[in-house]
């Protein structure tokens, strides 16, 4: 084979080589710009290095030279030509004069070929199409992944693409999907449980006190007297649901509540009756008018909450009480799977006041699950939009959401609880938090900032890959990292209609001519619009609440294209016993 070119120079992981005038190769075969993949021929190894700049300006005084190029080593070819292994890394540095080529097909095969069955095949290379890339399922879900990029450039559905070949080649693997903008409902199919306000079941006793007073003060900080006498009731709340149940059961002597030996944050029940009556019974030895004020307000902001049809998946029979903690965790977590180990939590439908204690619950709990199992059913936990939970400024969000995330990241691998973060812009998210994700999918982004955060979070040699950032095409990606063999720019493979994320496959910003947007079909939408905020759904028989409901009838997805049939979101609810 013809050389390309020569090494004139060898510095650390960088080197220098000259592209020479009297190479015989054809103009399509001798395109050695950026991003292309070259060989170095050493005497014992083969050395894989990536052109990252070219140059005809301060070139070496011999006349055989047209141009220079800049390339970072990556790796080395090892073994015979029938027995070739890649390794990452480079033992052997090239010298001066080391002939250079353009790496060949067989090569590139020999460095993506998958190094056993844990592989998954999410799409071909930009240099070559014939060769597959694929990822290291083990290495990239252990050591947690990011997807990044901006609005438009695939990124959704490359997530879709990712997580239905996990799930293809894992099929027992549970993973949690946080759907923030209700895309993902019909991507996975019958494998994925849709969970949305109307079917999902989350009591308030499993929240913890920071949650529980978001909810209750919607988002803005607590009144320090309020909050003095919550964390002063809520344990004896805890202790006097226990008391009951002991007494009910066994017939037992009733103790001192204050002995329960409950903290603020134990996952256990109490009925939000109880709360209030003791509330209500510190308020009636209050002598001074004034103080009574306070008890009074926190009374009306736990039964304002606890009337808003809103948050009905929290305070459905919050004065019945029930220990459905298991129930819970079992439907949420998929244990067990029964056909379908994933759930798409849909956000959208949400008050946006609650959605932050929410995830921080969902979070929390996943990595408390997989903390107490001793991580032997192993989950991966996927954020969408990461950046709304795990904000770099310490000021914006919610701190025990960020907590929670941040949890995960750093140890949830020692439990088998995996992450992955999808996120459009990287530069927003917290530094530690990314920095933990070993393997990144990077598609285009524009903004500076987020480029600039990329670079000191990529440790690769190839980190000079990022300057094509800016310019991927759509579907286009710069994979890095533990998952991938080597830095590569790939391309998405096609991801069936079926599978689309909803934004890509039903939204269109034409109107059709035949939509037919008359008033029956704004009355429609007012249904739903209106039906989100009130209960009128749930069945008047009553009857009803001693039926055995089963636990797979499921609220529908709520997307405009599941069409605006306001009878399909009748939903026959099971109480929590």
């Not at 097909?105 to 999410?122: F, K, V």
């Not at 009756?273 to 509330?279: A, E, F, N, T």
């Not at 720019?489 to 039903?506: D, I, M, N, T, Y």
């Not at 029956?520 to 009857?543: K, Q, Y």
Request: hydrophobic fraction near 40%; aromatic fraction near 8%.
């Amino acid at each position: 084979m013809t050389s390309l070119g020569r090494v004139i120079l060898v510095r650390g992981s960088l080197a220098r080589i000259g592209l020479l005038a009297t190479s015989k190769m054809g103009p399509s075969e001798i395109r050695a710009t950026v991003g292309r993949f070259i060989s170095i021929r050493c005497a014992n190894s083969v050395i894989v290095a990536m052109i990252t700049e070219v140059s005809c300006e301060n070139l070496p005084t011999s006349d055989s030279y047209i141009a220079s190029a800049s390339v970072d080593l990556l790796g080395e070819i090892l073994g015979t030509s029938d027995r070739q292994k890649f390794q990452r890394g480079v033992t052997n540095y090239p010298t001066i004069g080391d002939p250079v080529e353009l790496i060949n097909s067989q090569e590139l095969r020999t460095i993506y070929a998958p190094s056993g069955s844990d592989q998954i095949n999410i799409g071909t290379l930009q240099q070559d199409p014939s060769v597959i890339a694929y990822v290291d399922i083990e290495e990239m879900l252990s050591k947690h992944f990011a997807v990044l990029g901006s609005t438009g450039v695939g990124k959704s559905t490359g997530v879709s693409l990712l997580l239905n070949e996990i799930l293809k080649s894992r099929p027992t693997l549970r993973i949690f999907l946080l759907d923030v903008h209700n895309e993902y409902g019909r991507c996975f199919g019958d494998r994925a449980l849709v969970l949305n306000p109307r079917n999902l079941k989350l009591p308030f006793w499993l929240f913890n006190f920071e949650e529980i007073v978001d909810v209750l003060f919607a988002g803005r900080p607590g009144v320090p007297e309020e909050l003095d006498i919550l964390a002063e009731v809520i344990p004896v709340a805890k202790a006097l649901y226990t008391q009951y149940q002991n007494t009910d059961r066994m017939g037992l002597k009733r103790t001192d509540p204050k002995a329960g030996g409950y903290t603020l944050d134990t996952p256990v029940p109490y009925r939000l009756v109880d709360l209030i009556s003791l509330i209500d019974e510190r308020m009636g030895k209050l002598e001074n008018r004034s103080s009574r004020i306070i008890y009074h307000k926190l009374i009306s902001r736990i039964e304002t909450v606890r009337n808003d049809p809103r948050y009905a998946f929290m305070f459905d029979n919050a004065n019945v009480g029930g220990d459905t903690m298991a129930e819970v965790i079992s439907h949420l977590f998929r244990l067990p799977s029964n056909g379908r180990p994933m759930t798409v939590m849909q956000l959208a439908g949400f008050p946006a006041e609650v959605i932050d204690s929410v995830v921080s619950v969902l979070c929390r709990m996943a990595f408390d699950f997989g903390l107490w199992s001793d991580g032997v059913s192993p989950m991966l936990f996927v954020c969408e939009e990461a950046h709304r939970y795990a904000s770099a400024d310490r000021n914006i969000g919610f701190g025990p959401t960020r907590k929670a995330v941040s949890r995960i990241a750093k140890e949830g691998r020692k439990y088998g609880v995996y992450l992955g973060l999808v996120t459009q812009r990287p530069a927003e998210l917290d530094a530690t938090i990314i920095s933990q994700c070993n393997t990144l999918f990077t598609m285009r982004l524009a903004n500076e900032r987020d480029q600039a955060l990329l670079r000191s979070a990529v440790s690769d040699a190839a980190a000079n890959l990022l300057s094509f950032v800016p310019s991927l095409g759509t579907r286009e990606v710069l994979a890095f990292g533990e998952g991938v063999a080597l830095p590569t720019r790939l391309r998405f493979k096609e991801v069936p209609v079926h599978q689309l994320p909803r934004g890509e496959a039903s939204i269109s910003t034409v109107p059709s001519a035949t939509s037919g947007h008359d008033m029956h079909f704004v009355g429609a939408v007012l249904e739903r619009w209106r039906g989100a905020t009130s209960n009128r759904d749930v069945p008047s028989d009553p009857t009803f609440n001693d039926r055995a409901a089963p636990r797979a009838v499921e609220a529908p997805m709520l997307q405009p294209s599941m069409g605006l049939d306001p009878d399909r979101f009748s939903l026959l609810k099971k109480p929590l016993r």
